[in-house]
């Protein structure tokens, strides 16, 4: 099995961030405004990048404001069954944010251009915390 971690920091506090990953609000700003978000451990998050690109996340764990996790029930062949997480830590106003895209069967090209796209998704979610403007989805151009 292969993992993608990533870290960011943020010059915000944790649960400013925390709330821009849990909430339409921010994560439509974060990375796509074509969302159905909810604040409930079970719940079924869906993220759609697109004609006939929905990702759907189960929202394993919300221990507001240090962590969050996601397990893919529904994407990409390549995303299913896997799990992402987002582990915040706050220190003297800033927080640090490790992303962890874990349990893929392989390393393949689709695994790297994602790995890619976290890092584009972390700096999406810093320039939405501290400056209000994040980079959507539908902003980008790849």
């Not at 893929?104 to 403007?133: H, P």
Request: overall charge negative; charged content about 25%; aromatic content about 14%.
């Amino acid at each position: 099995m292969a993992n993608i971690e990533q870290l960011q920091t943020v010059r915000a506090p944790t649960a400013q961030v925390y709330k821009a990953l849990t909430t339409a609000e921010g994560l439509s700003e974060v990375w796509t405004r074509e969302l159905t978000v909810y604040n409930q451990v079970g719940e079924t998050n869906e993220f759609n990048f697109g004609e006939n690109d929905l990702t759907k996340m189960k929202i394993i764990d919300l221990s507001s404001p240090s962590k969050i996790e996601w397990l893919c029930t529904e994407s990409d062949p390549e995303w299913v069954g896997t799990t992402i997480s987002f582990e915040l830590s706050e220190k003297n106003g800033k927080t640090d944010i490790i992303l962890k895209h874990m349990n893929w069967k392989e390393v393949t090209n689709f695994y790297r251009f994602c790995n890619y796209n976290w890092a584009m998704f972390l700096y999406s979610l810093k320039s939405y915390c501290e400056d209000d403007t994040g980079h959507p989805y539908q902003d980008r151009t790849f």
